[in-house]
């Protein structure tokens, strides 16, 4: 009866060595598994502010020029201010456009001298005629505070106006 008792549990233990193996397998492989989820296996859009740890965030994380001011603190905000700089070069205001004109009898020539308002210096000049496409000719003066347009009216028939356009401005 011994005899028999021994060898039926010699028989049982390749069975149980087994499924002891088997029960060890299923256990570690089931939590290897659940452990590794990458962006795939996360819908779009399901990833709110409440699954992100506090300060786990780096700036390679944040895509370049998504963040405003108003996604940050007014502290930050105000760290952001550098001291005011110094004043920037002189430049040119107070621009005007200063027209003058006269009349060119037919086959005639003629000239008309516009100057900028006291104080103001002399950008541009441009000179016209109102019913030809005759050349003209501008000088400017060597102030450069004025101009004088210089035309001929090769029509026979018709009288024409010269005019002198000037684009004057304070210039510091």
């Given at each position: ?10 028989r049982?233990i ?5 499924a002891?193996?088997l029960?060890?397998v ?9 452990l ?13 502010t ?6 786990n965030?780096?700036s ?8 405003k ?6 502290s930050t905000v105000?760290?952001l201010k ?9 430049g040119?205001s107070?621009y ?9 009898a037919a ?5 008309v001298?516009?100057?900028c308002p006291?104080g103001?210096?002399l ?10 496409y005759?050349g ?12 004088t347009?210089y035309?001929?009216n ?6 024409e ?11 510091t």
């Amino acid at each position: 009866m011994f005899s028999n008792a021994l060898g039926s549990v010699r028989r049982s233990i390749p069975t149980i060595a087994i499924a002891g193996v088997l029960v060890a397998v299923s256990a570690t492989s089931g939590a290897t598994a659940a452990l590794v989820i990458t962006g795939n296996d996360i819908k779009n859009g399901t990833v709110t502010t409440k699954d992100i740890k506090n300060d786990n965030l780096k700036s390679k994380d944040i895509k370049n020029g998504t963040l405003k001011t108003a996604d940050l603190k007014s502290s930050t905000v105000e760290d952001l201010k550098g001291a005011t700089g110094p004043a920037g070069a002189p430049g040119v205001s107070g621009y005007q456009i200063v027209t003058a004109s006269t009349p060119i009898a037919a086959e005639g020539d003629a000239s008309v001298a516009a100057t900028c308002p006291t104080g103001k210096r002399l950008l541009s000049a441009a000179a016209s005629m109102s019913n030809s496409y005759d050349g003209t000719a501008v000088d400017i003066n060597a102030a450069g505070t004025g101009a004088t347009a210089y035309a001929y009216n090769f029509s026979t028939t018709t009288a024409e106006t010269l005019t002198v356009d000037l684009v004057c401005a304070n210039v510091t």
